[in-house]
């Protein structure tokens, strides 16, 4: 397992990311260090490692859905676009994706024995993670430090995310040529940004609780105004002083978007849409090494085993070609905000795209779409919540999900989850065939439950729906914790049901 020296790479660029500052042999000891700890990982499940590296490589929803086509395409899926026709386009065996607005991305695989009104097998996820975002205008100042402002999205414990190495991320809309635009990913590396907390000496109240106003506290510096006059004042361009002054944000900004971008002027960048997230890169972790350390495991895992679920089913000899059923996986945006966008679950989007797929495959009655709705199912995978050590009273006594024992049912009398007997005796099914452990999360009944994408598309669609996610610690954190067992647990599982559930669900009599 070729891991050690990517790993290694990971750390230096981390911890020196100015080399030159150090002596050599400083920077030797320190590689040598790393090296030793690096050999540890080969008990690591690769499947772990693997997505250490998918969720590095993911710092906003733009560069999540960038990651899965890339992958998509390496394993032989086509591009389609949603303004063109797919007609005459879509064979049995294909594989295809499309994303809309960069931020959602579908992707499928046609069987080979499907017909038109045969069903879906359809894995959903979401790409976005609570974060702090950049402002339409975020130029502001204060006390001679130059600021960024910023404004929450989703619901983030937010206090983490003081005193954090943070950088930017998203994606600009930059000029490439006369009245041509593009959008690009930006993704920066170094820690540009960050949000001091204050003194316990200047508040001593701090001790009885860290109390703070979002807008006036959660607002992050990026340079002294002392350095950054210095650097105007040396620049001989009179020009871009004077067009700093209008600008709805710091210079000092977007200048390390020009130079990230590889572009030449501001005038080149006409807007962005920029997350805020931790520099400090997703690890294993643990005595053992048993816990994945990182941010947006909620929820990244799930897109990620649902892509790799989906990728490793259509390896496997003869699968798709025996398939009555259409494989698909969806990663929406928005989720964390309500899914109410162009381009979220809230959307006709799911909906669209199951129409057009099965019309692109030649429908054959009126009623084609509706009769494969009632032969599909949906799979919302979304991360679920592993018992706390420290605070375990917070779940009900008989549903305590531990890592490592397997992907978490979640359950709800009052809909919060779509789940049902009949959709998870199918589940159950699918990962008995792969050995997959499944364990049962249900809340308190004195405490409120959280919903996903699950409830809303099987409202909406009539589709029989299950929900489920890994388990982990410290939800919407900057800093998750969640097994490294259970990736491979949630990957088998996907895979499993891709592969059987057509066969699972004939045997399945209820209406």
């Known amino acids: 397992m070729e891991i050690s020296r990517d790993l290694i790479h990971y750390s230096c660029d981390f911890f020196f990311p100015y080399k030159n500052y150090f002596t050599s042999k400083f920077v030797r000891v320190k590689i ?53 026709s797919w007609t005459g386009k879509l064979k049995p065996n294909g594989k295809y994706y499309f994303t809309r607005n960069k931020s959602t991305i579908i992707a499928f695989a046609v069987g080979g024995k499907y017909t038109p009104g045969n069903g879906f097998s359809i894995v959903g996820t979401h790409s976005d993670s609570p974060c702090l975002k950049v402002k339409p205008v975020s130029k502001k100042s204060s006390a001679k430090y130059l600021q960024v402002g910023v404004e929450t999205y989703g619901g983030g414990l937010w206090h983490t995310w003081f005193d954090r190495d943070l950088s930017v991320a998203g994606r600009v809309m930059v000029e490439t040529g006369e009245n041509k635009f593009e959008h690009k990913l930006v993704h920066v590396r170094r820690p540009i940004l960050r949000v001091p907390t204050l003194a316990i000496h200047l508040d001593r109240n701090v001790i009885d609780g860290f109390k703070f106003n979002n807008e006036t506290h959660l607002t992050p510096l990026i340079a002294t105004a002392t350095k950054a006059f210095e650097g105007e004042k040396n620049s001989d361009d009179k020009e871009k002083k004077e067009q700093n002054e209008d600008l709805k944000h710091h210079s000092s900004l977007l200048n390390v978007l020009i130079h990230e971008l590889g572009i030449k002027t501001v005038n080149q960048i006409h807007d962005f849409e920029l997350c805020l997230y931790d520099t400090q890169q997703a690890t294993i972790g643990g005595a053992f090494n048993e816990f994945i350390f990182s941010a947006r495991l909620d929820n990244l895992m799930m897109s990620y085993c649902a892509l790799i679920g989906l990728i490793n089913s259509i390896k496997k000899i003869n699968s798709l070609d025996e398939d009555p059923n259409i494989r698909l996986i969806a990663f929406f945006d928005n989720e964390e905000v309500g899914s109410v966008s162009a381009h979220g679950a809230g959307s006709k989007l799911i909906e669209s795209s199951l129409r057009r797929i099965t019309y692109g495959l030649d429908m054959v009655s009126p009623t084609t779409f509706e009769e494969s709705i009632h032969k599909s199912l949906l799979i919302s995978a979304d991360m679920a919540h592993a018992v706390h050590p420290n605070y375990s009273e917070k779940h009900e006594e008989n549903h305590k999900p531990q890592m490592h024992n397997g992907v978490v049912i979640k359950i709800n009398a009052n809909q919060r989850y779509a789940t049902t007997a009949a959709t998870t005796l199918i589940l159950r099914q699918a990962a008995k065939k792969y050995n997959v452990p499944l364990q049962e999360f249900c809340a308190r009944a004195d405490s409120p439950c959280g919903s996903t994408i699950g409830p809303m598309i099987s409202a909406n669609l009539g589709l029989r729906t299950v929900d489920v996610g890994n388990p982990q610690l410290s939800m919407h954190s900057i800093r998750e914790t969640a097994g490294t067992d259970d990736v491979g647990h949630a990957i088998k599982l996907f895979q499993g049901f891709f592969e059987e559930f057509a066969k699972i669900d004939s045997n399945v009599a209820i209406d």
């Open 32 to 84: 040598h260090t790393m090296a030793n700890y690096a050999t540890d990982y080969s008990a690591v499940p690769i499947e772990a490692v693997d997505f250490v590296k998918f969720v590095n490589n993911s710092p906003s929803p733009f560069h999540a859905v960038e990651e899965a086509l890339t992958r998509l395409v390496g394993a032989g899926f086509e591009e389609l676009k949603e303004r063109d």
